[in-house]
C-alpha cells in the first residue's frame, strides 16, 4: 500500500502566485482531509470530502482558498493570491468510513509551503 | 464543542523509563480516539485506534487506554527509547460526522 501521496513535498513562491498542492488518498478510502500545520496554531481541518463532494469547509480561511476532488483518487488544494501568512505544512488524509470500516486516518507527508 | 487537551506538552525522560501520556477530551460522545506520533518534519503516523466500545489497545511497547466516561485516553510507552523521541498526539472523532478534534501533542525526548 503506497499511502497516501502529496506533492510537491516542498515549494517556494512569491507573494501573488498561485498554489496547487496536491492529494492521492489511499486506494478505496472515501473521505479525504485537508489539514494545515503552524507553529502557531497548532493542526487546523480546513476541508474535507466524502464520497468526493466537500462536506464541511468552514476551516478554510478565506476565498482565496479553494479544494477540488473531481475522483475518489485525487484532489487539490489551492491558493490564489499566495500570502507570506500561508506559509505552512499542508497535510492530506484519508480514511474508509462506512461499514466494516474503523474510521482509523492516515496522513500523507506534508507539502511545506513558504510564501515570501 | 469538543475539545481535547494534553498534557503535558512536552516530557524528557532517561532512556528505559515506562512513561503516560495523557489526553482528555470534553464530549464523551466519541466513535473513536486515534493515537498518533509525529517526527521534525513528517507527517503523522498512526500508532493505535481505539473504538467507543474498546478500553485499550495495544501495539509493542505501546497500550492505549481509553475511559470514556472520565473523557480520558492514556499512551503508556514500556521501556522507552531515544527512537521513540517525537511528538505524539490524541485525537478524537465523534459520533456523528468525520471531523477529527486533535489535542496540541506531546513532545517526548528520550535521552540515552
Redesign the interface.
Known amino acids: 500500500d503506497a499511502g497516501?501521496i502529496q506533492s510537491p513535498r516542498h515549494e517556494v513562491t512569491e507573494m501573488g502566485q498561485e498554489v496547487t498542492l496536491r492529494c492521492k488518498p489511499i486506494s478505496g478510502h472515501n473521505?479525504l482531509?485537508w489539514y494545515r500545520q503552524t507553529m502557531m496554531r497548532?493542526?487546523e481541518?480546513l476541508i474535507?470530502f466524502?464520497n468526493n463532494v466537500p462536506?464541511?469547509d468552514s476551516g478554510m480561511p478565506e476565498d482565496r482558498f479553494s479544494a477540488k476532488m473531481p475522483n475518489a483518487s485525487f484532489s487539490t488544494l489551492k491558493i490564489q493570491p499566495s500570502e507570506p501568512r500561508d506559509s505552512a505544512v499542508y497535510?492530506c488524509?484519508s480514511?474508509y468510513?462506512g461499514t466494516g470500516g474503523?474510521?482509523?486516518?492516515?496522513?500523507?507527508?506534508?507539502s511545506?509551503l513558504t510564501v515570501l | 464543542k469538543q475539545e481535547v487537551t494534553q498534557i503535558p506538552a512536552a516530557l524528557s525522560v532517561p532512556e528505559g523509563e515506562n512513561l503516560v501520556l495523557n489526553c482528555s477530551f470534553t464530549d464523551s460522545a466519541i466513535y473513536n480516539l486515534q493515537w498518533f506520533r509525529q517526527d521534525p518534519g513528517k507527517g503523522l503516523t498512526s500508532l493505535l485506534l481505539i473504538q467507543s466500545s474498546q478500553r485499550e489497545q495495544t501495539s509493542g511497547r505501546l497500550n492505549a487506554s481509553l475511559d470514556k466516561s472520565s473523557g480520558r485516553s492514556t499512551l503508556y510507552i514500556a521501556a522507552s527509547q531515544p527512537g521513540d523521541s517525537a511528538t505524539y498526539l490524541c485525537a478524537v472523532r465523534p459520533g456523528a460526522g468525520n471531523m477529527l478534534t486533535f489535542g496540541g501533542g506531546t513532545r517526548l525526548m528520550v535521552k540515552p
Do not use: H, K, P
Open positions: 497516501v473521505s482531509f497548532g493542526l481541518l474535507y466524502n462536506i464541511d497535510f488524509a480514511s468510513s474503523t474510521g482509523e486516518l492516515f496522513f500523507g507527508e506534508g511545506r
